[in-house]
């Protein structure tokens, strides 16, 4: 099937996202965030944002229909994010696409959260998709991948040994009063400072950690380094913070990415995750990969985030490719590698 008509369900964290694509056309991409609701605890509660999935399931289900001009029965599958994410929040997208399949008797196409962001990088370039390496970079998860195929061989060269790159800017904000959610909020901060003021340590990019971790991320000694300069300087300007701390982070997660690129001689580069909307990072990342020779591929700020559309592209691929469905009834894993991209 070259063009098969699919619905992407995600629910991994604190949005409700459906996408219906064809093929490799995005139709439709609603996303309904409870980011509101957690922005009071500065962080996402895991029983709020399942509670908020049930509320907006249906509607956003029935949304997508609409904006893509298509009715349940004329889908040929369903996909969803099984895996990883907050497990309670998991099941509601899951239980969700299981009694949808069933219902309608489609396949169903159970997908890694974390290979689904690169997927994404299906409905933003027409050239057919060739071996990459990945960054994927988001709220829980920091990552180098090594994608042959997207659907069955995805090798993970090195994550992160503590925080994720979003956690750390949503800590950093958090410490700075800026508010939650970190990135989007640093970001704009970083805007008005210099991002030369302050000489934050860039973690495991040392000589020696090369060695042992060329691809691994560390933000801890960052964050510490952070906390420390506020302590010591009571009259900091908190723009040239917000700056230099986001430099820090996005000089690494490069120095570590163009690595991979030389290291395997692949020469093309997908940066993902939520993190891939930092406007620096995609700034940067166009300087060095030009300089280097390396072909990048960013998606757009809106589907950088958790969405639905990316969802619908994997299983979209999958049932393109005559890839098996997964079995009715599969269940959700919250903590699941991004080597594993389809659930059986």
């Known amino acids: 099937m070259s063009e098969p008509l699919v619905l992407g369900i995600e629910t991994s964290c604190d949005e409700t ?28 509660v895991p029983e709020v944002a399942s509670r908020a999935h049930l509320e907006a399931m249906q509607p956003t289900i029935m949304r997508a229909l609409q904006e893509s001009k298509i009715e349940l ?3 040929d ?11 309670g929040a998991l099941l509601v997208g899951v239980s969700s696409a299981n009694a949808l399949a069933l219902a309608l008797d489609k396949p169903l196409y159970g997908v890694n959260h974390l290979a689904s962001h690169v997927a994404v990088d299906l409905l933003t370039h ?11 970079v988001s709220g829980g998860h920091s990552s180098i991948l090594k994608v042959s195929d997207l659907a069955s061989e995805i090798e993970s060269l090195g994550q992160t040994l503590d925080d ?51 691809f691994d991320f560390s933000f801890s000694g960052l964050k510490t380094a952070v906390s420390r300069y506020l302590t010591a300087n009571s009259n900091y ?10 430099e ?21 580069l997908i940066i993902a995750g939520g993190v891939a909307a930092n406007s620096r990072l995609r700034e940067l990342a166009a300087t060095r990969c030009k300089a280097a020779g390396i072909e990048l591929r960013t998606p757009p700020p809106a589907l950088c985030t958790d969405n639905g559309a990316m969802v619908a592209a994997l299983g979209s691929l999958a049932l393109s490719k005559g890839l098996a469905p997964s079995s009715l009834g599969i269940a959700a894993a919250s903590d699941t590698p991004p080597t594993q991209p389809l659930w059986a």
Do not use: W, Y
């Open 17 to 44: 996202a459906v996408g219906v694509v064809r093929g490799r056309k995005l139709l439709a991409n609603v996303i309904a965030s409870s980011v509101e609701e957690h922005a009071r605890f500065g962080g996402v």
């Open 73 to 75: 029965s004329d889908l």
């Open 77 to 87: 599958a369903i996909a969803v994010t099984a895996g990883p994410g907050l497990v």
């Open 126 to 136: 027409t050239q057919e998709f060739r071996p990459s390496i990945a960054l994927l």
């Open 164 to 214: 994720a790159a979003g956690e750390a800017f949503d800590k950093i904000a958090r410490v700075l009063g800026l508010g939650f959610p970190g990135g989007p909020i640093i970001d704009s901060e970083a805007k008005g400072g210099d991002r030369e003021a302050i000489n934050f340590p860039r973690g495991l990019s040392l000589p020696k950690d090369m060695a042992e971790h060329a």
């Open 237 to 246: 300007k908190r723009a040239d913070v917000a700056a230099s701390f986001q």
């Open 248 to 268: 820090a982070v996005v000089d690494v997660l490069l120095i570590k990415s163009i690595k991979a690129c030389v290291d395997t001689g692949i020469d093309s």
